[in-house]
Structures are given as C-alpha cells and as structure tokens.
C-alpha cells in the first residue's frame, strides 16, 4: 500500500462493543474476528485495528495492521491520525469525543457498521 493512500483507524474497543453479542466474555476473541472481518475488505485501503486493555496483543494479519495500545485507546487513535498528516484518514468509531478530536486533525470519521454488520 502506498504512504498517500486512505488510511483507515479502526476504533477496535468501540466497534466490539457496538453489539451485544457477548463480546465481554471474549474480548480477545472479539478482537480477533473483527479483525478476520477487516481482512476480507478489499477496498484498497491501509487498515490499522488499534485494540487495548484485555485485546492487546492480537497479532496482525496480511490486509490489517493491529496496533496495541500501551494505555488509552483512543489516545492512540489521534496518536495515529496526527502521525499521518497528509493522507486520508478515517477513524472508524461512534464515540463522540473521540470524533471530535480526529476531526480536530483533519480526520474523517465513519460509524461502527461501515466495518460491522448489526446483530
């Protein structure tokens, strides 16, 4: 993928949670699989799944670059979205305050179910 293609960050936390399918007995597990889901996307796009607490440490797999987050989640994310200035960006997440301090960077943001069908 070129370093001037979109970028897309996805908020793993919050698109987990965004359904009831009883991700918390399995946060890793949910983890995963959203993550097997980002890989099936073939939109020509970078993807970067940033997961935290209980999630961190799933590995990444061709098509998603996972990115742990060594405290908040969400402070990653704008790490992440400053640290490509100049691309597209696109934070995928529902969680307002966090879209407000994407924005803020010149991020677009898109919510969970462009990345997560409803249950």
Do not use: K
Not at 45 to 59: H, K, N
Not at 100 to 106: D, I, L, M, N
């Amino acid at each position: 993928m070129t370093a001037t293609g979109t970028v897309l960050i996805v908020d793993g936390a919050n698109v987990v949670g965004s359904v009831p399918d009883g991700w918390w007995r399995d946060r890793r597990g949910a983890a995963e699989r959203l993550r097997d889901r980002l890989a099936e996307r073939d939109a020509g796009e970078e993807i970067v799944l940033v997961v935290e607490g209980a999630a961190r440490g799933v590995e990444s797999v061709p098509g998603v670059r996972v990115d742990s987050a060594p405290g908040s989640g969400d402070d990653r994310i704008v790490e992440l979205v400053a640290a490509h200035a100049g691309r597209d960006r696109v934070v995928v997440t529902a969680d307002r305050e966090l879209r407000s301090r994407v924005e803020a960077y010149g991020a677009r943001c898109a919510g969970p179910r462009t990345v997560r069908p409803a249950a």
